[in-house]
């Protein structure tokens, strides 16, 4: 496989992973799929990234990002089988 072929692959799978995180938080029902809305919070987003307090607002969507993360994590992963 060529080179340009395995960086496409790997764009392509770093894409449809940030789509799923929009899916996942819920966005594109609450925006209604609507994709200009979408858009502009993203822009807000990054905004704010770029201001005064961005890196305590990046701290903080972290810290909650992680926790939703374990949390799905804890919810998946098997629990041990009742004891008699």
Do not use: C, N
């Not at 992973?17 to 993203?42: N, Q, T």
């Not at 607002?57 to 990002?65: D, I, N």
Request: without cysteine; positive net charge.
């Amino acid at each position: 496989m060529r080179d340009w072929q395995i960086k496409r692959r790997e764009r392509t799978r770093h894409l449809i992973e940030l789509g799923g995180l929009v899916v996942k938080a819920g966005l594109v029902e609450l925006a209604d799929d609507d994709r200009a809305m979408l858009y502009g919070a993203f822009m807000w987003m990054a905004d704010k990234l770029r201001g005064e307090d961005g890196a305590h607002a990046a701290a903080l969507w972290r810290k909650r990002g992680a926790r939703a993360f374990e949390s799905e994590a804890a919810a998946a992963a098997p629990r041990d089988a009742p004891r008699r």
